[in-house]
């Protein structure tokens, strides 16, 4: 467990989008959110491999999330990135398209990284040019190898590396608090979108403990 904290520190919060999307209703709903609460960027994470249900999406965030100067990126398809509008790219693999996505974006778009649990893929992924590295999932689930991004590689990061970082993957509002002085950025997604409440109430229940609510 992590020691505990003096005081909560100012990480900010990073929206994913679900994989499918009702795009009329959830434009609404990601509207509400970024009218009622400091977030940093989006992400825009579709599953589907639809070039043209990708291009609708990315339109009608980016009108939403640009009217309020919020950052929107895509995962993974950085060549989208320049014919869509959209401020950057977020890649899930780690460190091996850093360099090509920076190559093809130039130096003012967003390139970000997963690199799972391993800090070595998060330092190589500094050293050829992302903006912030992600790790997680911070709590146990089927998906994956298993392996869990720990709290001291977030404790090691803010202390030796001055390249933001960010939480994602099975955060919950204590889990938020407890990296709050060590994380940049906490990425929720299931998190709030599958939540009984509805994602308002679920993304307030976060605030709670990190001040992101607009005044």
């Known amino acids: 467990m992590p020691p505990e904290a003096e005081a909560p520190a100012a990480a900010r919060l990073y929206l994913i989008t679900p994989p499918a999307l009702a795009l009329g209703g959830f434009a609404g709903t990601l509207a509400r959110l970024l009218d009622r609460f400091e977030i940093a960027c989006v992400r825009l994470a579709l599953a589907t491999r639809s070039e043209e249900e990708v ?31 959209l401020d950057g790219v977020h890649l899930s693999d780690g460190a091996r398209q ?48 298993g392996a869990l991004a720990p709290f001291e590689l977030f404790q090691w990061w803010s202390e030796l590396i001055e390249l933001p970082v960010v939480a994602e993957g099975g955060l919950t509002p ?19 979108w599958t939540h009984a409440d509805g994602p308002e109430a679920a993304l307030s229940a976060f605030v709670e403990t990190l001040g992101a609510e607009r005044t």
């Open 174 to 192: 204590q889990l938020a608090a407890d990296l709050a002085g060590v994380a940049d950025f906490l990425a929720l997604g299931e998190e709030i």
């Open 55 to 85: 291009g609708r999406a990315a339109d009608a965030l980016r009108e939403v999330c640009h009217a309020r100067d919020v950052p929107l990126v895509i995962a993974d398809h950085f060549r989208l990135v320049g014919p869509l509008g």
């Open 98 to 145: 850093v360099r090509a996505a920076r190559a093809a974006l130039g130096t003012e778009a967003i390139v970000g990284t997963y690199a799972h649990a391993s800090r070595h893929d998060g330092m190589t992924a500094g050293e050829l040019g992302a903006d912030y590295v992600s790790f997680g999932p911070m709590t146990q689930s089927s998906l994956g190898d």
